[in-house]
Protein backbone atom coordinates (compact mmCIF):
# COMPACT_ATOMS: atom_id res chain seq x y z
CA UNK A 1 0.00 0.00 0.00
CA UNK A 2 1.85 3.72 -1.21
CA UNK A 3 1.71 6.41 1.50
CA UNK A 4 0.28 9.67 0.81
CA UNK A 5 1.34 12.97 2.70
CA UNK A 6 -1.03 15.22 2.69
CA UNK A 7 0.24 19.12 2.91
CA UNK A 8 -3.02 21.20 3.07
CA UNK A 9 -4.02 23.56 5.41
CA UNK A 10 -8.13 23.13 4.18
CA UNK A 11 -9.19 20.33 6.42
CA UNK A 12 -12.36 20.37 3.93
CA UNK A 13 -9.93 19.33 0.82
CA UNK A 14 -7.47 16.94 2.89
CA UNK A 15 -10.35 14.95 4.32
CA UNK A 16 -11.66 14.34 0.89
CA UNK A 17 -8.58 13.89 -0.53
CA UNK A 18 -7.47 11.59 2.08
CA UNK A 19 -10.76 9.61 2.31
CA UNK A 20 -10.83 8.93 -1.64
CA UNK A 21 -6.99 8.03 -1.64
CA UNK A 22 -7.59 5.62 1.21
CA UNK A 23 -11.13 4.23 -1.14
CA UNK A 24 -7.94 3.34 -3.93
CA UNK A 25 -6.12 1.64 -1.33
CA UNK A 26 -3.88 4.28 -0.55
CA UNK A 27 -2.08 5.03 2.96
CA UNK A 28 -3.04 8.99 3.32
CA UNK A 29 -1.83 11.16 6.24
CA UNK A 30 -2.30 14.76 6.93
CA UNK A 31 -0.31 17.22 8.02
CA UNK A 32 -0.88 18.64 11.44
CA UNK A 33 1.90 21.12 12.34
CA UNK A 34 2.97 23.17 9.19
CA UNK A 35 5.86 24.49 11.58
CA UNK A 36 7.26 21.07 11.51
CA UNK A 37 6.63 19.60 8.28
CA UNK A 38 9.97 18.00 7.63
CA UNK A 39 9.29 16.19 11.07
CA UNK A 40 5.83 14.34 9.90
CA UNK A 41 7.52 13.64 6.33
CA UNK A 42 10.68 12.01 7.77
CA UNK A 43 8.59 10.13 10.52
CA UNK A 44 5.73 9.06 7.97
CA UNK A 45 8.25 8.31 5.15
CA UNK A 46 5.81 8.69 2.50
CA UNK A 47 5.93 7.25 -1.46
CA UNK A 48 5.04 10.55 -2.81
CA UNK A 49 4.02 14.11 -1.95
CA UNK A 50 1.09 16.34 -2.00
CA UNK A 51 1.52 20.10 -1.41
CA UNK A 52 -0.46 22.82 -1.42
CA UNK A 53 0.99 26.27 -2.15
CA UNK A 54 -0.29 28.66 0.26
CA UNK A 55 0.26 27.30 4.08
CA UNK A 56 0.83 28.83 7.36
CA UNK A 57 4.22 29.87 8.38
CA UNK A 58 6.02 28.82 4.82
CA UNK A 59 4.62 27.99 1.50
CA UNK A 60 4.76 25.21 0.08
CA UNK A 61 8.11 25.97 -2.71
CA UNK A 62 9.18 26.39 1.07
CA UNK A 63 8.78 22.87 1.97
CA UNK A 64 9.43 21.42 -1.19
CA UNK A 65 13.11 22.80 -1.15
CA UNK A 66 13.34 21.14 2.75
CA UNK A 67 12.29 17.72 1.21
CA UNK A 68 14.70 18.00 -1.65
CA UNK A 69 17.59 18.50 0.71
CA UNK A 70 16.63 14.66 1.76
CA UNK A 71 14.34 12.68 -0.33
CA UNK A 72 13.81 12.46 -4.39
CA UNK A 73 10.26 11.27 -3.28
CA UNK A 74 7.95 12.81 -6.08
CA UNK A 75 5.79 15.62 -5.09
CA UNK A 76 2.73 17.15 -6.77
CA UNK A 77 1.80 20.69 -5.81
CA UNK A 78 -2.35 21.06 -5.51
CA UNK A 79 -3.33 24.81 -5.79
CA UNK A 80 -5.67 27.47 -7.14
CA UNK A 81 -2.94 29.78 -7.26
CA UNK A 82 -2.21 28.03 -11.34
CA UNK A 83 -0.16 31.42 -12.91
CA UNK A 84 2.71 30.16 -15.44
CA UNK A 85 5.23 31.43 -13.05
CA UNK A 86 3.75 29.10 -10.26
CA UNK A 87 4.33 26.18 -12.08
CA UNK A 88 7.59 27.10 -13.36
CA UNK A 89 8.78 27.80 -10.07
CA UNK A 90 7.32 24.17 -8.84
CA UNK A 91 9.06 22.64 -11.47
CA UNK A 92 12.35 24.17 -10.97
CA UNK A 93 12.26 23.33 -7.59
CA UNK A 94 11.60 19.78 -7.98
CA UNK A 95 7.99 19.16 -8.41
CA UNK A 96 6.71 16.07 -10.77
CA UNK A 97 3.34 17.85 -11.43
CA UNK A 98 1.03 20.69 -10.78
CA UNK A 99 -3.00 20.17 -10.36
CA UNK A 100 -4.90 23.48 -10.36
CA UNK A 101 -7.75 23.56 -7.98
CA UNK A 102 -10.88 23.08 -7.88
CA UNK A 103 -9.65 19.47 -9.39
CA UNK A 104 -11.34 16.30 -9.64
CA UNK A 105 -10.29 13.45 -7.14
CA UNK A 106 -10.67 10.63 -10.53
CA UNK A 107 -7.81 13.05 -12.37
CA UNK A 108 -5.84 13.57 -8.82
CA UNK A 109 -5.78 9.33 -8.02
CA UNK A 110 -5.03 8.56 -11.74
CA UNK A 111 -2.20 10.95 -11.71
CA UNK A 112 -0.87 9.71 -8.66
CA UNK A 113 -0.69 6.32 -9.84
CA UNK A 114 1.05 7.26 -12.90
CA UNK A 115 3.48 9.39 -11.04
CA UNK A 116 4.00 6.23 -8.83
CA UNK A 117 4.35 3.95 -11.50
CA UNK A 118 6.92 5.96 -13.25
CA UNK A 119 9.20 6.85 -9.56
CA UNK A 120 8.96 2.81 -8.77
CA UNK A 121 8.87 1.51 -12.07
CA UNK A 122 5.58 -0.97 -11.10
CA UNK A 123 2.47 -1.95 -12.09
CA UNK A 124 -0.02 -0.71 -9.25
CA UNK A 125 -3.24 -2.46 -10.01
CA UNK A 126 -6.30 -1.86 -7.79
CA UNK A 127 -8.88 -4.59 -7.38
CA UNK A 128 -10.90 -3.47 -4.93
CA UNK A 129 -12.63 -0.72 -3.57
CA UNK A 130 -13.72 -0.24 0.19
CA UNK A 131 -15.59 2.00 1.84
CA UNK A 132 -16.54 1.29 5.72
CA UNK A 133 -17.72 -2.86 5.64
CA UNK A 134 -18.28 -2.99 2.40
CA UNK A 135 -15.64 -3.94 -0.29
CA UNK A 136 -16.19 -4.00 -4.48
CA UNK A 137 -14.14 -6.94 -6.42
CA UNK A 138 -13.53 -5.24 -9.46
CA UNK A 139 -11.76 -8.21 -10.77
CA UNK A 140 -15.12 -10.67 -10.68
CA UNK A 141 -17.85 -7.41 -10.19
CA UNK A 142 -18.98 -8.81 -6.89
CA UNK A 143 -19.38 -7.02 -3.73
CA UNK A 144 -19.11 -8.07 -0.22
CA UNK A 145 -19.81 -7.31 3.28
CA UNK A 146 -17.61 -9.52 5.87
CA UNK A 147 -17.22 -12.73 4.71
CA UNK A 148 -20.51 -12.99 2.71
CA UNK A 149 -20.15 -12.20 -1.15
CA UNK A 150 -22.96 -10.69 -3.00
CA UNK A 151 -23.60 -11.35 -6.45
CA UNK A 152 -24.28 -8.50 -8.65
CA UNK A 153 -25.65 -7.62 -12.04
CA UNK A 154 -23.65 -5.82 -14.89
CA UNK A 155 -26.00 -2.55 -13.58
CA UNK A 156 -25.60 -2.89 -10.10
CA UNK A 157 -22.15 -3.10 -10.56
CA UNK A 158 -21.68 -0.18 -12.48
CA UNK A 159 -23.78 2.22 -10.20
CA UNK A 160 -22.21 0.99 -6.64
CA UNK A 161 -18.78 1.04 -8.07
CA UNK A 162 -19.96 5.28 -9.65
CA UNK A 163 -20.96 5.71 -5.74
CA UNK A 164 -17.80 3.67 -4.09
CA UNK A 165 -15.54 5.28 -6.45
CA UNK A 166 -16.55 8.87 -5.05
CA UNK A 167 -17.27 8.03 -1.32
CA UNK A 168 -18.63 10.93 0.48
CA UNK A 169 -19.75 13.22 -2.41
CA UNK A 170 -23.26 13.07 -3.26
CA UNK A 171 -23.55 11.71 -6.89
CA UNK A 172 -26.53 13.07 -8.82
CA UNK A 173 -29.00 10.33 -10.82
CA UNK A 174 -28.09 12.07 -14.07
CA UNK A 175 -24.22 11.12 -14.02
CA UNK A 176 -25.32 7.62 -12.87
CA UNK A 177 -27.12 6.92 -15.62
CA UNK A 178 -24.84 8.49 -17.92
CA UNK A 179 -22.33 6.36 -16.60
CA UNK A 180 -24.60 3.30 -17.50
CA UNK A 181 -25.30 4.52 -21.12
CA UNK A 182 -21.40 4.80 -21.34
CA UNK A 183 -21.35 1.13 -20.96
CA UNK A 184 -24.37 0.47 -23.94
CA UNK A 185 -27.01 0.40 -21.73
CA UNK A 186 -29.84 1.90 -21.93
CA UNK A 187 -31.49 2.64 -18.23
CA UNK A 188 -34.18 5.34 -17.92
CA UNK A 189 -34.73 7.31 -14.07
CA UNK A 190 -37.65 4.29 -13.15
CA UNK A 191 -34.81 1.76 -14.01
CA UNK A 192 -32.14 3.20 -11.76
CA UNK A 193 -34.78 3.63 -8.76
CA UNK A 194 -35.25 -0.57 -9.02
CA UNK A 195 -31.60 -1.32 -9.63
CA UNK A 196 -30.89 0.76 -6.44
CA UNK A 197 -33.41 -0.97 -4.34
CA UNK A 198 -32.00 -3.94 -5.30
CA UNK A 199 -28.12 -3.23 -4.35
CA UNK A 200 -29.70 -1.74 -1.16
CA UNK A 201 -31.67 -4.93 -0.02
CA UNK A 202 -28.38 -7.38 -0.75
CA UNK A 203 -26.42 -5.35 0.96
CA UNK A 204 -29.07 -4.80 4.12
CA UNK A 205 -29.14 -8.12 4.45
CA UNK A 206 -25.71 -8.87 4.94
CA UNK A 207 -25.94 -6.18 7.52
CA UNK A 208 -24.66 -3.05 5.46
CA UNK A 209 -27.97 -1.02 6.36
CA UNK A 210 -28.20 2.46 5.13
CA UNK A 211 -24.97 2.15 3.09
CA UNK A 212 -26.72 4.00 0.24
CA UNK A 213 -28.33 7.02 1.06
CA UNK A 214 -30.72 9.43 -0.51
CA UNK A 215 -30.12 13.16 -0.89
CA UNK A 216 -33.88 14.35 -1.85
CA UNK A 217 -33.46 16.14 -5.24
CA UNK A 218 -29.64 15.93 -5.22
CA UNK A 219 -28.85 11.99 -5.43
CA UNK A 220 -27.20 9.32 -3.68
CA UNK A 221 -23.96 8.94 -1.45
CA UNK A 222 -22.51 6.29 0.06
CA UNK A 223 -20.01 6.35 3.08
CA UNK A 224 -21.44 9.71 5.08
Known amino acids: MRKVFIVEDDEVIAAQVSKHLETWQMKAKVAQ ?8 FNEFKPDIVLMDLKLPAYNGFYWCGEIRKVSQVPIVFVS ?20 SKPFDL ?8 AILRRSYGESISVHELEVKNVK ?37 RESIMEKLWGADEFV ?12 RKKLEAAGAE ?8 LGYIVGE
Open 136 to 172: LNLDDTSASVGDEKLELTKNEYLILKTLMEQAGKVVS
Open 33 to 40: DFQNIIEE
Open 210 to 217: DFIATKRG
Open 80 to 99: SADENMNIVMAMNMGADDFI
Open 188 to 199: DDNTLTVNVTRI
Open 106 to 113: QVLTAKLQ
